[in-house]
């Protein structure tokens, strides 16, 4: 009986420390995945804003703001404009005072809006009237830092006005479409309908834009197939590059071979 005793007492010696070791490791991990800041997918642009909770009217969203930035070829300065979603609902005032405390660890990806300032801050304008989406917002800058480039005239944005699936926020899962403004965001104009850009850049001394895109579908993204336009900025048309498709469709027969 004593020699079984011993041998227990040696097995939970030696199991002891690892008892404590996996339950140390346990309890670090915890700490480690609680103190890691937790990401939440960017909110989009709500349809509705106002909610009434309690006979409260209540709003779901504010503004964020970013420092004003120098537009290139111009004095202007433009301020992106981001929604941010509350916490909890903020309550609107009668005044022109709100409570616009910011959310924790929530914030949109895309633009809202861009306000265009003079070179004395002044507000020129806004870029756009309605709910919107900005995804992106391409303005150039001159290969030479020593040199500015004056054929840089116009920026680019890819924009949603719609909520297209209808889950009450304009955001990515929506129809971006290609649009361009002057340096002061006025002018602005539709580039592309019906096609889901993939890439765009300025070509031809930024004169135009060669844009990246496969047709509007629901097929699987890897299902289709990349094509190629020009935009004349000028002239304000679209060119679809269907040499080229004809081109990558005589490659594709090719591939298709079965000797």
Known sequence: MNKFIKTLAVIN???????????????LADWIKNSTPRYDPPPGVKTENIVV?????????????????????????????????????QKVQSNRNMYLRAPNNQYALNDFNVLFLDKEYNVIGKLLDKKASIKTLNMPNGADPNKVDTSINNIAYEIAFKDDNEDGIIDDEDYHDLYISDLSGKDLTQMTKGIDVKEFEFI??????????????NLAEEYKIKKFAVYNIATKQLRKLTEVDKGKEEIQKILNRTK
């Open 13 to 27: 010696g030696l199991l002891l420390p690892v008892v404590i070791l996996s339950f140390t490791i346990y309890l």
């Open 204 to 217: 031809n001394d930024h004169s135009g834009l060669m844009i990246t895109y496969t047709d509007r579908s």
């Open 53 to 89: 909770v309690k006979e409260d009217t209540l709003m779901m969203q504010g503004l964020e703001y970013s420092t004003p930035a120098a537009v290139y070829n111009s004095t202007n300065f433009l301020i992106n404009i981001k929604p941010k979603t509350f916490d909890k609902p």
